[in-house]
């Protein structure tokens, strides 16, 4: 687990991440596959079980990998130029399981607009991007999920949600069902703004006030994500846990563009650090 730095000669903002993914402690295999290639940056969560989850998140990952604009940072690309590559996604994954494997997608490209720089977020399903910006961390992405729906109902709150028997049941994915379409936010960048990607492990687990202290305290990206494993660990991992911290940062600096994808999950699983034992605090 490293982080990394990425910048472009045109302009002094640049891209500071590390990653974390951990299959939990109840999973027997961790379905979630992670893409961090500036300037494209993204979260899969599988679903499928025997049918493979694992494979349509590494499909996913991969054709977002497989876009020309991987490498160029601040690239002019639009909402819909993302939406076609997410409807490729859901294509290629659909003819590798027939239907029968889907895959949550959740993440952020850092685009150029007007000649200034934005977050593009992009979300399918209930894996999460959140900003954190001046202290305060908003939910950019909004849930595909039953209990997200009997939340905007009024029908139970946000705190019934989280412990909801329904809670895990998405109503969008890629690859499977009758709904895939992604929803986009296109937000300016500051610098000084960090953005968190996570699969449903984490958030399941740790609540927001949780997470916001350790976004807050831990400045460097690759330990902020060490931190948000461990804490979701701690509370149960019940669940794949896959976490992404971006920093966009200004002035100038000297790294080259790295690209990571860790798809499906033995190399994730080399990533971890240390589990403790279940339930313990």
């Known amino acids: 687990m490293n982080s990394d730095e990425t910048a472009s000669p045109d302009t002094d903002l640049h891209a500071v991440f590390g990653y974390a993914s951990d299959r939990g402690l109840r999973r027997e295999l961790n379905e979630d596959s992670l893409i961090a290639a500036d300037p494209i940056f993204a979260i899969a969560d599988g679903m ?141 960048v500051e610098p000084g703004d960090r953005l968190m990607v996570c699969s449903d492990g984490l958030t399941g687990e740790v609540a927001d006030g949780h997470i916001l202290q350790i976004l807050t305290s831990v400045s460097n990206p690759q330990d902020a994500c060490a931190a948000l494993v461990q804490a979701a660990l701690r509370s149960g991992g019940r669940d794949n846990i896959t976490v992404l911290v971006i920093d966009a940062e200004g002035g100038p600096d000297g790294h080259e563009s790295a690209a990571i994808t860790l798809p499906g999950t033995a190399q994730a699983e080399q990533s971890t650090t240390p589990r403790p034992a279940a339930g313990s605090d």
């Open 48 to 188: 499928g079980g025997h049918e493979a989850g694992e494979v349509a998140s590494s499909i996913c990952v991969r054709t977002l990998g497989d876009s020309p604009i991987v490498g160029k940072h601040l690239p002019e690309f639009s909402a819909d130029q993302l939406e076609a590559l997410v409807r490729e996604a859901d294509h290629r994954i659909r003819e590798a399981t027939g239907g029968r494997a889907g895959t949550t997608l959740t993440g952020a490209v850092l685009v150029r607009e007007g000649g200034n720089p934005y977050w593009l977020v992009f979300n399918v399903g209930d894996s999460r991007t959140y900003r954190l910006s001046h202290g305060v961390l908003e939910q950019i992405t909004v849930d595909h999920s039953e209990v997200q729906e009997l939340v905007d109902l009024g029908q139970i709150t946000p705190d019934e949600a989280l412990v909801h028997p329904r809670r895990h049941v998405v109503t969008r994915a890629l690859g499977t069902g009758n709904d895939a379409e992604a929803d986009f936010w296109l937000i300016p």
